[in-house]
T-cell receptor, first 111, second 114 residues
Framework: KQEVTQIPAALSVPEGENLVLNCSFT??????LQWFRQDPGKGLTSLLL?????REQTSGRLNASLDKSSGRSTLYIAASQPGDSATYLC??????????FGTGTRLKVLA | SAVISQKPSRDICQRGTSLTIQCQVD?????MFWYRQQPGQSLTLIAT?????????ESGFVIDKFPISRPNLTFSTLTVSNLSPEDSSIYLC???????????FGSGTQLSVL
C-alpha cells in the first residue's frame, strides 16, 4: 500500500531564504506526482505536476524534482516571500486518478 | 486547465440536518471527485462522481451518508446527511480529464456541525 510522508510537518524561515520541502513515498510505481498549495480553510492550488518519465519541473521560483528509485520528490522554493506562507501538499497516483496525499508541510515565511 | 466554483464556502449546521454542496466546472471534464479534509489531516477521497450514474465510493464512505449527483459533465453535488459534529471538515470538489491526470480543486466548503 502506497504511503506518502512529508517532513518536516512545519517550517519557519526568514524572508529571502531558499528552502526545500520533502515528499517520500513507498511504492515507485507512480504515474505522476503533483505539488499543491493550500491556504488556511481553502481549496488546493496546483503548483507543479511531474510525470513519471520526468525528473523535474519548474515554474517561476518553484522547482520540483522526482526520483522514483529513491521514492522522493522535493519542492524547491527560491527567495521565499511572506506570500509563500501556506501548507504545501504532495500527492501521487499510480493511474486512474487514484491520488494519495501527504500530510503536508506548513510553511511560514517571516518578514 | 479548469476553474472550479464551489458553494457554499462555509456553513454552520445543526446536528441531524443535511448540507448540499455544489460544484461547477467551467469546461467539460472527464473526472470529478469529492474529498474530505478533517481538521489537521490530509485529504481523503470520498467518491468519484460519475455522469448519469451512481457514484463510486471509497472504502468507509456510503451513499446513504454522502449522496452524490452528477447530471452532466460540468456539475456535481455532494450532500452530507444526518450531520454530526464528526462531519465537521473541509469538503473539496476536484476535477480532471487530461492524459496527464492533472487535478484541479475548488475553493472548498468548510462545514461546522454544532
Amino acid at each position: 500500500k502506497q504511503e506518502v510522508t512529508q517532513i518536516p510537518a512545519a517550517l519557519s524561515v526568514p524572508e529571502g531564504e531558499n528552502l526545500v520541502l520533502n515528499c517520500s513515498f513507498t511504492d515507485s510505481a507512480i504515474y505522476n506526482l503533483q505539488w499543491f498549495r493550500q491556504d488556511p480553510g481553502k481549496g488546493l492550488t496546483s503548483l507543479l505536476l511531474i510525470q513519471s518519465s520526468q525528473r523535474e519541473q519548474t515554474s517561476g521560483r518553484l522547482n520540483a524534482s522526482l526520483d522514483k528509485s529513491s521514492g522522493r520528490s522535493t519542492l524547491y522554493i527560491a527567495a521565499s516571500q511572506p506570500g509563500d506562507s501556506a501548507t504545501y501538499l504532495c500527492a501521487l497516483t499510480s493511474g486512474t486518478y487514484k491520488y494519495i496525499f501527504g500530510t503536508g508541510t506548513r510553511l511560514k515565511v517571516l518578514a | 486547465s479548469a476553474v472550479i466554483s464551489q458553494k457554499p464556502s462555509r456553513d454552520i449546521c445543526q446536528r441531524g440536518t443535511s448540507l448540499t454542496i455544489q460544484c461547477q466546472v467551467d469546461s467539460q471534464v472527464t473526472m470529478m471527485f469529492w474529498y474530505r479534509q478533517q481538521p489537521g489531516q490530509s485529504l481523503t477521497l470520498i467518491a468519484t462522481a460519475n455522469q448519469g450514474s451512481e457514484a463510486t465510493y471509497e472504502s468507509g464512505f456510503v451513499i446513504d451518508k454522502f449522496p452524490i449527483s452528477r447530471p452532466n459533465l460540468t456539475f456535481s453535488t455532494l450532500t452530507v446527511s444526518n450531520l454530526s459534529p464528526e462531519d465537521s471538515s473541509i469538503y473539496l470538489c476536484s476535477a480532471g480529464g487530461g492524459q496527464d491526470e492533472k487535478l484541479f480543486f475548488g475553493s472548498g466548503t468548510q462545514l461546522s456541525v454544532l
